[in-house]
């Protein structure tokens, strides 16, 4: 029912009608005795939802509690680590057979609290924060002046490393040094092979293939599928690394320093996921 509600006054009027209840009304010899039963009529005052939707309070109040961003996305804040994330799951078309792609958008503050001088420090192409699920190999190098070229910040040849991030789970592959095989250090039952001659762009054309525990083939860094024409994936990202010392790539390339840089994929993305019954997705 309507109500004023005076603020300045601090005073609240309803007219309300009453309705007299035969069953509860004193009988003519309680009337007229030395007193009429009393009966009270207990009423309580109470809150209409804000935002005026039913006409009981003023129209765009609003309120202040919290709200989702959106009912299909997901969104998470506090914790030990401070950081706000939400993601955003994108819904793809499927497949005609075999493995479907999963697209996701994902937002962390704490990637971007992370950065400091010495970190890789470029924006990604959906923004500041935001990151698209990948999957890739990636291989770290140092830089000369740690090597003992004092001033020279080029990079340079460590050692042999890579770490592998699939499906959202990173983990460090590990070489065997007496048979050069590869393996994740969780040893989870993949199989892991680094190949060489992909038209990648790096100087020996290194690529890699992951076979899961279930029998799916991941490829990594091809570039150029089989029966490409023209069509390339840009799946390999290259810089400028020296070998200088003996047994390293590039040291064999000249005798001077500056002549001992090749060319050295830092980065070798997904191309293709391939299931067992040999249906690929790229």
């Known amino acids: ?35 009429a039963a009393s009966k009270a009529t207990v009423m309580a005052v109470t809150a209409a ?7 009981q ?11 989702s961003l959106s009912p299909s996305s997901a969104w998470q804040a506090g914790g030990s680590s401070g950081s706000f994330t939400w993601s955003y799951d994108f819904t793809m078309p499927p497949a005609a057979a075999g493995p479907a792609p999963s697209l996701s958008l994902a937002y962390d503050s704490g990637a971007v609290d992370g950065r400091t001088s010495t970190t890789n420090n470029q924006g990604s192409p959906v923004g500041e924060g935001f990151a698209l699920n990948e999957s890739y190999i990636e291989r770290s190098y140092g830089s000369c002046d740690d090597d003992g070229h004092d001033g020279v910040f080029d990079l340079c040849w460590k050692f042999d490393n890579a770490r592998l991030v699939l499906n959202g789970k990173a983990t460090q592959l590990v070489k065997d040094d007496k048979t050069g095989d590869w393996r994740l250090a969780d040893d989870d039952a993949s199989k892991v ?15 890699w293939t992951i076979v899961t525990g279930d029998g799916t083939k991941y490829v990594f860094g091809l570039n150029k599928l ?15 690394v020296f070998g200088d010392d003996s047994g390293e790539p590039g040291y064999t390339a000249g005798s001077t320093f500056a002549d001992r840089s090749v060319s050295q994929a830092w980065r070798w993305n997904l191309d293709y996921v391939e299931d067992t019954r040999g249906n690929a997705a790229t």
């Open 226 to 240: 089989d029966g490409a024409d023209t069509q390339r994936t840009d799946s390999t990202w290259t810089t400028p």
């Open 1 to 35: 029912m309507k109500s004023s509600n005076e603020i300045r006054r601090q005073s609240l009027s309803v007219t309300v009608p009453l309705k007299a209840d035969p069953a509860v009304l004193p009988s003519k010899r309680e009337a007229a005795g030395s007193g």
């Open 57 to 67: 309070s003023p129209a765009g109040t609003g309120d202040y509690s919290a709200t």
């Open 193 to 207: 092979t680094r190949s060489s001659g992909a038209d990648n762009g790096d100087d020996n054309g290194e690529y």
């Open 49 to 55: 939802p804000a935002g005026g939707g039913s006409g």
